[in-house]
């Protein structure tokens, strides 16, 4: 009996040591202050509120899986989106089990499918390149998806290029229901080469802003498991080489007609290149170069490299850009998986957990101006922007003061979100503070409003 004492107790705290140091576990981003969803109606930039939970609302986990309990809602406003999409982000009610322990696959490798195929650490749903609409040779048209009827499943249209026009201010858009990222989850606004006006009204928010001076936060998990981060890594696997851009190894052939692959099989003819159909409107339209740099990613979108979450070292996935921070295919994770794909959305847990709390926390009046904080426009009119750099995981007090100190206006920049708004068209022009008060401590920036 003391043996086997013994034996649970070595258990049960190699299972909480577990938890505490697991990023599998510990980097959900838990909504613990009851944070509702938001959504945009074209037209209107004030946001309608929802009477759905954001983020993730319960992680519990086993030995060797962890189940992610989230409504699939983010905290950062969704919508428009004006493709004619009738639908909103809408609760998924949904439970996902991911494994503790991922394998890399030594087989035939995986092909990532339509609809989810991983999961944000706010619970929104990660999906691969396609929207389900392919070229139909007979017909001489696309086919499949919204488009209705079925194509030849073999010139795959690309949702990042096709679909822009109907994503929000993040990147994101629902399907029926389901709202998702097929990209990386950064505002379109702050990229370096603005290729969707979107913002120009709504909100430049999404899940993180992209820091090319820091390694980019851990943003998902794949469903084999394996995590995934923003843009940015260390250079080398070991962690040496400073901060550089991770890079895709796929890049646009070049054709003008479309009638093989680039592995050189002839298939079933796709639409010649144009300007209806230009290179990058379809998935084969890219070849894979094997990478012969450190900061080039392999056939899957990644590579094993050491991280601040992992500083063993893991297989990572990165959500790739080019150099004008705009998406670059494959985008996330594919088109192959690397390792097992054991993750699976589930309808409920049938084995004995242990729930993780996400440690709290408080706000601190210690100054400290480690928060990268941007406010903008400075000179201000009729508003101003504090926008965060790289990824907000918790809820962060932000106030207003005018030369006096005098409190004039206050605001949460809420976790997951990365923006807060004051309206200062009532204010008088003068010199005004913004306090950024966090865990962290406190942080100050100066601003000027100007009439």
């Not at 918790?394 to 976790?415: A, H, I, R």
Request: aromatic share 12%; net charge neutral.
């Amino acid at each position: 009996m003391k043996l086997k004492g013994l034996f649970l107790a070595t258990l049960i705290t190699n299972i909480v040591a577990q938890a505490q140091t697991n990023p599998a576990i510990t980097g959900w981003m838990q909504n613990t202050t009851n944070i509702m969803g938001r959504h945009y109606v074209s037209g209107n930039s004030t946001p309608i509120n929802d009477n759905v939970l954001a983020n993730v609302q319960t992680v519990q986990y086993s030995t060797n899986w962890v189940y992610v309990s989230t409504k699939g809602i983010p905290a950062y406003i969704t919508g428009p989106f004006l493709d004619g999409n009738p639908s909103l982000a809408s609760n998924q009610n949904a439970i996902f089990k991911f494994p503790l322990n991922p394998v890399q696959n030594t087989g035939t490798p995986t092909a990532t499918t339509m609809g989810n195929i991983g999961v944000f650490v706010n619970g929104v749903a990660l999906f691969d390149y396609r929207d389900g609409v392919s070229w139909k040779n007979s017909t001489g048209a696309l086919a499949g998806g919204p488009l209705g009827g079925t194509g030849d499943g073999v010139w795959n249209r690309d949702a990042v290029v096709a679909e822009k026009p109907g994503f929000d201010c993040s990147k994101g858009h629902p399907a029926m229901g389901n709202y998702h990222h097929h990209q990386n989850p950064s505002a379109y606004k702050l990229d370096q080469n603005v290729i969707s006006t979107i913002c120009n009204l709504y909100d430049s928010d999404g899940l993180y802003v992209i820091d090319s001076t820091q390694h980019s936060p851990l943003i998902g998990f794949a469903y084999d498991g394996f995590p995934i981060y923003g843009a940015y890594g260390y250079k080398n696997a070991d962690g040496t080489g400073g901060i550089v851009r991770m890079k895709s190894s796929w890049t646009l052939r070049n054709i003008t007609t479309r009638t093989t692959y680039y592995t050189g099989a002839t298939v079933t003819a796709g639409p010649a290149v144009s300007s209806t159909y230009p290179l990058g409107y379809f998935k084969e339209d890219y070849q894979f170069t094997s990478p012969t740099a450190s900061d080039y990613l392999d056939e899957h979108n990644g590579r094993f490299c050491v991280t601040p979450e992992y500083p063993a070292g893991i297989y990572c996935y990165f959500a790739t850009v080019d150099a004008n921070w705009n998406s670059a295919y494959p985008y996330a994770v594919g088109p192959t998986f690397y390792g097992v794909k054991t993750a699976a959305k589930v309808t409920s847990i049938s084995e004995s957990t242990t729930t993780y709390n996400a440690p709290a926390t408080s706000i601190s009046e210690a100054t400290n101006d480690s928060f990268e904080v941007n406010v903008y426009p400075n000179p201000a009119n009729d508003f101003i922007a504090v926008q965060i750099n790289g990824m907000n995981k918790e809820n962060l007090l932000v106030e207003l003061f005018d030369v006096t100190g005098k409190l004039v206006q206050s605001n949460y920049l809420y976790q997951g979100t990365t923006i807060a708004f004051f309206d200062t068209q009532r204010l008088y022009s003068g010199v005004y503070f913004i306090k950024l008060h966090g865990s962290a401590g406190v942080s100050s920036r100066k601003v000027i409003i100007q009439k």
